[in-house]
């Protein structure tokens, strides 16, 4: 979309592990639909790093459902709207109100009178969630009420008299629908036991879910850490097995480097499917019988940390998925550092954390993050070698990027300037974004939105349009969405971009909605 205001620059490693705080992005969707306007599914994210994770989930320590988001609240009465825990968007409370603390074109309300908050997207997307209201329920407050898409069709999930969710549901003869099943006994009892779609009475695929349990005494892992997620088929009988992924834990929060380089619920091991078929023969072999050493050689990732929950160790791939069974898997390893004359800054241009990654052929790449997370500088240094590449980035009071700068742009690097980077003055590429500083529809303007995508040569040097963004709105109710009206692109670059090409684009929406 035009109106974007990030980086090219990913704040994650390959495998992925975000730079500035160490955690793990570990997200997966094996069931999905798009029945009835109805993209839905069910995807879990892990949070490696989430503070008082002292409470089982339904699908155990740690793991958030995207399909069932919720609301997060800390002791200022800031409110973070979670679906994949690594993407959450917060909002700090202002009196009434609730303002974005990083830049972000989504909202938060609260309705004091249906007891609510309504968060709405960009897109025009809206989700309900019930408020923290002392006449809410304990185990409702902060859940998921409802969801409205962009034709305007709400969609509400049914709780039970436990306060679960129990079925979500959309279109009719027949819809489709998500079912949530839940142990009933036992020690993992609430957890979520099956999550199945239905297309009206007919069973279409399913999730299920087996837990560790401590009483097992098996060591890889606490009661109500996730086990296994499995996917199955009706075949019109009986449920087929499509495939099993295992994930394995560190049992204890008495830290270790040597010996328990982890936390209680912290994810060691994950298994997909075929690493999971290789290391269990077929799923002929249980799991949990094997020793951690035998699991290394065939997990799809392993993890250790810091004290503070940082992974500072990550190995990929086990030899298992290799021809050669000399092989070893592919280790990354991590090391921590923060800016101690700005480690409190709230400057977007002030490096507050410092994150050197050893890959596994002995090069490194140094990653400088601001206190939002946002990546500002990389810098990958090849292995036995003095050579250096440079990936920069500048951003706005805002919190958007208005500069990404390439290796040959970057004069030098000091970690003591407040800068951190000095730029050629007439060398080297320098791409430049600038977004609308007002909203004037009948000419494209948004406020905030991406205006221009500009080159230039070095930090003095005349910029060049490459190419310019033109927005149109459609409101329904209070709501409004700009979508793309114009995107033209500037094929030459005399008198600082010249001789457009210009597309136009024209919706028709369906009637009270912003569906196309």
Same mark, same amino acid.
């Given at each position: 979309?035009?109106?974007?205001?990030?980086?090219?620059?990913?704040?994650?490693?390959?495998?992925?592990?975000?730079? +500035?705080?160490?955690?793990?992005?570990?997200?997966?969707?094996?069931?999905?639909?798009?029945?009835?306007?109805?993209?839905?599914?069910?995807?879990?994210?892990?949070?490696?790093?989430?503070?008082?994770?002292?409470?089982?989930?339904?699908?155990?320590?740690?793991?958030?459902?995207?399909?069932?988001?919720?609301?997060?609240?800390? +002791?200022?009465?800031?409110?973070?709207?979670?679906? #994949?825990?690594?993407?959450?968007?917060?909002?700090?409370?202002?009196? +009434?109100?609730?303002?974005?603390?990083?830049? %972000?074109?989504?909202?938060?309300?609260?309705?004091?009178?249906?007891?609510?908050?309504?968060?709405?997207?960009?897109?025009?997307?809206?989700?309900?969630?019930?408020?923290?209201?002392?006449?809410?329920? %304990?185990?409702?407050?902060?859940?998921?009420?409802?969801?409205?898409?962009?034709?305007? &069709?709400?969609?509400?999930?049914?709780?039970?008299?436990?306060?679960?969710? %129990?079925?979500?549901?959309?279109?009719?003869?027949?819809?489709?629908?998500?079912? /949530?099943?839940?142990?009933?006994?036992?020690?993992?009892?609430?957890?979520?036991?099956?999550?199945?779609?239905?297309?009206?009475?007919?069973?279409?695929?399913?999730?299920?879910? &087996?837990?560790?349990?401590? @009483?097992?005494?098996?060591?890889?892992?606490?009661?109500?850490?996730?086990?296994?997620? &499995?996917? *199955?088929?009706?075949?019109?009988?009986?449920?087929?097995?499509?495939?099993?992924?295992?994930?394995?834990? /560190?049992?204890?929060?008495? /830290?270790?480097?040597?010996?328990?380089?982890?936390?209680?619920?912290?994810?060691?091991?994950?298994?997909?499917?075929?690493?999971?078929?290789?290391?269990?023969?077929?799923?002929?072999?249980?799991?949990?019988?094997?020793?951690?050493?035998?699991?290394?050689?065939?997990?799809?990732?392993?993890? *250790?940390?810091?004290?503070?929950?940082?992974?500072?160790? *990550?190995? #990929?791939?086990?030899?298992?998925?290799?021809?050669?069974?000399?092989?070893?898997?592919?280790?990354?390893?991590?090391?921590?550092?923060?800016?101690?004359?700005?480690?409190?800054? +709230?400057?977007?241009?002030?490096?507050?954390?410092?994150?050197?990654?050893?890959?596994?052929?002995?090069? %490194?790449?140094?990653?400088?993050?601001?206190?939002?997370?946002?990546?500002?500088?990389? #810098?990958?240094?090849?292995?036995?070698?003095?050579?250096?590449?440079?990936?920069?980035?500048?951003?706005? @009071?805002?919190?958007?990027?208005?500069?990404?700068?390439?290796?040959?742009?970057?004069?030098?690097?000091?970690?003591?300037?407040?800068?951190? #980077?000095?730029?050629?003055?007439?060398?080297?590429?320098?791409?430049?974004? *600038?977004?609308?500083?007002?909203?004037?529809?009948?000419?494209?303007?948004?406020?905030?939105?991406?205006?221009?995508?500009?080159?230039?040569?070095?930090?003095?040097?005349?910029?060049?349009?490459?190419?310019?963004?033109?927005?149109?709105?459609?409101?329904?109710?209070?709501?409004?969405?700009?979508?793309?009206?114009?995107?033209?692109? /500037?094929?030459?670059?005399?008198?600082?971009?010249?001789?457009?090409?210009?597309? &136009?684009?024209?919706?028709?929406?369906?009637?009270?909605?912003?569906?196309?």
């Amino acid at each position: 979309s035009g109106s974007c205001g990030g980086s090219s620059t990913s704040n994650y490693s390959a495998h992925p592990i975000r730079y +500035s705080s160490g955690e793990i992005r570990q997200v997966q969707t094996r069931l999905s639909s798009r029945g009835y306007g109805l993209p839905w599914g069910h995807t879990l994210s892990y949070g490696s790093r989430v503070d008082g994770a002292t409470t089982a989930g339904p699908n155990g320590f740690r793991w958030f459902i995207a399909q069932l988001p919720q609301l997060g609240k800390d +002791s200022s009465g800031n409110i973070e709207v979670i679906l #994949v825990i690594n993407d959450g968007v917060w909002f700090n409370k202002s009196g +009434s109100n609730y303002v974005a603390r990083f830049f %972000t074109l989504d909202t938060l309300t609260e309705d004091t009178t249906n007891k609510e908050f309504v968060f709405t997207d960009s897109g025009g997307r809206v989700f309900k969630f019930f408020s923290f209201d002392g006449t809410i329920a %304990t185990a409702k407050q902060g859940q998921f009420k409802s969801y409205t898409d962009q034709a305007g &069709t709400t969609f509400t999930p049914t709780y039970n008299g436990s306060n679960q969710v %129990t079925s979500l549901s959309a279109g009719s003869s027949p819809g489709i629908s998500y079912n /949530y099943d839940y142990y009933t006994s036992g020690n993992n009892i609430n957890r979520i036991q099956y999550v199945t779609l239905k297309r009206g009475t007919t069973d279409v695929r399913r999730l299920y879910y &087996t837990y560790h349990d401590t @009483s097992a005494s098996t060591g890889n892992g606490l009661t109500g850490d996730l086990r296994t997620e &499995t996917l *199955e088929q009706w075949n019109g009988s009986s449920w087929d097995n499509l495939g099993t992924s295992y994930f394995r834990y /560190y049992n204890s929060d008495t /830290y270790n480097s040597s010996t328990n380089p982890g936390f209680a619920h912290g994810l060691k091991f994950v298994l997909k499917p075929e690493a999971y078929d290789r290391a269990t023969s077929g799923g002929t072999v249980d799991p949990d019988s094997l020793s951690d050493a035998t699991l290394k050689n065939y997990a799809d990732s392993y993890f *250790e940390f810091t004290s503070d929950k940082r992974v500072n160790k *990550e190995a #990929v791939n086990g030899p298992g998925w290799a021809s050669s069974s000399s092989s070893s898997p592919s280790s990354y390893g991590y090391s921590y550092g923060t800016n101690p004359s700005s480690s409190s800054s +709230s400057s977007y241009n002030f490096w507050t954390r410092k994150t050197a990654e050893t890959l596994p052929n002995g090069s %490194t790449q140094t990653v400088y993050s601001n206190y939002s997370g946002q990546v500002m500088l990389k #810098v990958f240094q090849q292995a036995s070698s003095t050579n250096k590449w440079y990936d920069y980035v500048n951003y706005d @009071s805002k919190g958007r990027v208005v500069q990404e700068a390439t290796s040959e742009a970057v004069a030098s690097v000091n970690e003591g300037s407040v800068g951190l #980077v000095t730029l050629n003055s007439s060398t080297g590429l320098i791409r430049v974004k *600038e977004y609308y500083s007002t909203t004037d529809l009948p000419n494209g303007a948004v406020l905030d939105y991406l205006r221009y995508e500009k080159v230039k040569q070095g930090s003095s040097g005349a910029e060049t349009k490459v190419r310019e963004f033109k927005y149109t709105s459609r409101t329904v109710g209070s709501k409004t969405i700009y979508p793309l009206w114009k995107d033209i692109r /500037y094929q030459s670059d005399v008198s600082g971009g010249s001789d457009p090409a210009e597309t &136009t684009y024209d919706y028709t929406f369906f009637t009270g909605s912003f569906a196309v």
